[in-house]
């Protein structure tokens, strides 16, 4: 399978609550995308890897994709080591997507930082002949795809660019409630976290309204890019006039 896209969450849920608006208007246009978990959020105070694994597939099936994958890296263990990059670089050659979404690289959550530097080191390293990978049993060519852009999570920072989500922000709200174990029900005997709270989503429709807000339209997603971006078209900007 070739795919346009392919985003990578440390845990299922991440992609969502970062950019599923932006995976929502990629299918929308016509682009195969596939998301991949490393972990399946075992560790997390809420909810169960059975639970979590049929929600995020739910949430798959909102947002369109074409696949959803998990690596099985463990939850709170996303050491930054070999058999962890083989292990995306092995999918990205089975995918051979164009573009990755990868977590921002300073984050509170370590899970979250080493998820980024692994997928940083493996968008590198897939381009490499001389690393062997197999799937299926069969070798597998390299393939580096062409950039990789970041999304933000809890720690903020300034974006290269920011997605208009207006036409897909339900789309994406819908994704993340899919993941209904992990936000707010009064009737949970689960502990509470950060997530659990009653305000949290609204906190997430905030974020994408101020976002939104500095380009001009109602609701927006947030990259950053480490290589300066070029255009061919100057009058396809979007931009909050004042």
């Known amino acids: 399978m ?12 991440d992609i969502e609550l970062a ?4 995976i929502a208007k990629l299918v929308r ?3 195969k995308v596939a998301l991949c978990d490393l972990t399946q959020g075992e560790l997390g105070t809420r909810g169960t890897k059975k639970i979590r694994l049929r929600e995020a597939q739910l949430a798959a099936d909102i947002l369109g994709v074409v696949a959803r994958r998990n690596l099985l890296i463990p939850d709170g263990s996303i050491e930054v080591n070999k058999k962890n990059i083989l292990k995306i670089i ?17 984050e509170r959550h370590p899970d979250h930082v080493h998820a980024s530097e692994i997928c940083r080191e493996a968008w590198y390293y897939s381009g490499l002949e001389k690393i062997k990978t197999r799937h299926n049993g069969k070798s597998q060519e390299r393939h580096r795809p062409h950039h990789y852009f970041e999304f933000i999570q809890w ?21 993340v409630r899919a993941h209904a174990s992990q936000f707010y029900n009064p009737e949970s005997k689960e502990s509470e976290t950060k997530l659990s709270g009653p305000d949290f989503l609204e906190v997430i429709e905030t974020r994408c309204r101020y976002f939104g807000s500095k380009i001009g339209v109602k609701y927006g997603e947030p990259f950053i890019s480490r ?16």
């Open 2 to 13: 070739n795919v346009d896209v392919l985003a990578i969450g440390a845990h299922p849920d």
């Open 19 to 22: 950019c599923g608006g932006t």
């Open 29 to 31: 246009q016509g682009k």
């Open 90 to 106: 092995t999918l990205i050659r089975e995918l051979r997507p164009s573009l990755l979404i990868v977590p921002y690289s300073i």
């Open 155 to 175: 720690m903020e920072f300034e974006p290269s660019f920011i997605i208009d989500i207006s036409d897909t922000f339900g789309l994406k709200m819908k994704s």
């Open 227 to 242: 290589w300066s971006l070029g255009i061919d078209d100057p009058f396809r900007f979007i931009v909050n006039r004042g």
